[in-house]
């Protein structure tokens, strides 16, 4: 059976990290920093509205020459977020990931924010899947050896 993205929350806990569009980059790098996260949210309250990660900073901010203490997240960040629910399969958010080109899909249940999948979250379930399957196959083909 797939796994679902309910699933990778499950194990790994659906914190979020968010700043305002109105904070800066050097803000933005420091949460990420300090959290060991490589992409926030950027919410309007409780309205997602965009996200902010590694990637944008590399190429929004250091290839245009911009400084982080001066440039507001909301004039880099990505606007259309993609954005999953928690009953999504692990291979449908890989996909969705592969065709997009996005390493980071936030989790929305019933309108809110319940977290964000990574394409490493999503790779790590997919080789916990084959592990369990390899460590089923194993069992069957020992135990039909024994008789």
């Known amino acids: 059976m797939a796994a679902t993205v309910q699933q990778i929350l499950q194990n790994k806990g659906g914190s979020t990290y968010s700043v305002a569009p109105e904070s800066t980059v050097l803000q933005a790098l420091q949460l990420m920093a300090d959290k060991n996260v490589s992409?926030?949210?950027?919410?309007?309250?409780?309205?997602?509205?965009?996200?902010?990660t590694e990637r944008d900073y590399a190429r929004k901010v250091v290839l245009r020459g911009l400084a982080s203490k001066d440039t507001k997240v909301g004039d880099l960040m990505t606007q259309n977020v993609?954005?999953?629910?928690p009953a999504h399969s692990v291979d449908d958010c890989m996909n969705i990931m592969t065709n997009n080109h996005v390493r980071h899909l936030p989790v929305v249940s019933g309108g809110a924010i319940?977290?964000?999948i990574s394409?490493?979250?999503?790779?790590?379930?997919?080789m916990e899947q084959q592990?369990?399957?390899i460590d089923q196959l194993s069992g069957y083909i020992a135990g039909g050896m024994s008789t």
């Open 39 to 52: 992409a926030v949210l950027v919410m309007e309250g409780q309205r997602l509205v965009g996200i902010f």
């Open 131 to 133: 592990q369990a399957t």
């Open 114 to 116: 319940a977290g964000i």
């Open 82 to 85: 993609l954005t999953v629910s």
């Open 119 to 126: 394409i490493g979250d999503a790779v790590k379930s997919v």
